[in-house]
């Protein structure tokens, strides 16, 4: 049996209800009407963590709150329209997910996304840092190796800078681990706990197989099998969907459980552990993906690399560049911005 500590803080999203007295959160969704968001925003309606969700994009948010708020659920549901009105959405709130953005077409790699997201998420968070400067900011917008760098520097122009409150959303990355180890196991996934450490691009991405909860082993060639497939799920579902967009279901079930993680920490339960991409000082690269001990005001601990295997350090060493470019190009971004 695992134990409390060790179990997925995913357990978030599966059981009906919390515990915590003060399930009292204003939440706001980022590009609310897309693939991710729309889902998303269902996942976040049915949960008794959020009082109030507030539902921002430049179109069909009005319709997407109305629907969401026959639910019979408690948390209140706005939708704002454009540029004008989002101010108001993000006033007062406690957590702001961003999953807004353009999705991935067959050929493309995430970096293709950089030109249009890059600027969708520096406006986002410029308006995130004037009108809601204390909230977690969760970054889902792709290249998210790009879009946290972005994001600092937003918060660091406006004088409004904490990197214990600026998460780039991986949780996908270890929902797959989890599932495909689970799979070629025969194990229950929901017990099933893989670190992905790094970043969220292709071979950056670095499941720790090494330190599974339960103790899993594989022979090389199905290790090295079961890495590529987790690094390319993405494009897995992007070649499934033929043209017709990328992950957003599961990317919604991922974004949803780390809200949870996030906001149960944030509510005083201890031991909560999310790997994600933030500021960090575990590598050469500034910003990296590694579990972290979530608490009352965001980050309260990087629980770091950890014991790892060679394989797995190869994998390291051969990310790091790419990663290194990658924050650059964000933080050159915002730079040479007017």
Sequence with gaps: MLSALARPAGAALRRSFSTSAQNNAKVAVL???GG???????????????SRLTLYDIAHTPGVAADLSHIETRATVKGYLGPEQLPDCLKGCDLVVIPAGVPRKPGMTRDDLFNTNATIVANLTAACAKNCPEAMICIIANPVNSTIPITSEVFKKQGVYNPNKIFGVTTLDVVRANTFVAELKGLD????????????AGKTII???SQCTPKVE??????TTLTGRIQEAGTEVVKAKAGAGSATLSMAYAGARFVFSLLDAMNGKEGVVECSFVKSQETDCTYFSTPLLLGKKGIEKNLGIGKISSFEEKMIAEAIPE????IKKGEDFVKNMK
Excluded: E, Y
Aim: hydrophobic share 45%.
């Design 31 to 33: 590009g609310a009407s």
């Design 36 to 50: 991710i968001g729309q889902p998303l925003s269902l996942l976040l309606k049915n949960s008794p963590l959020v």
């Design 189 to 200: 996934p929901a017990r099933v706990n893989v670190p992905v450490i790094g970043g969220h």
């Design 207 to 209: 499941p720790l197989i």
């Design 218 to 223: 594989f022979p090389q060639d199905q290790l």
């Design 323 to 326: 990663l290194k470019a990658s």
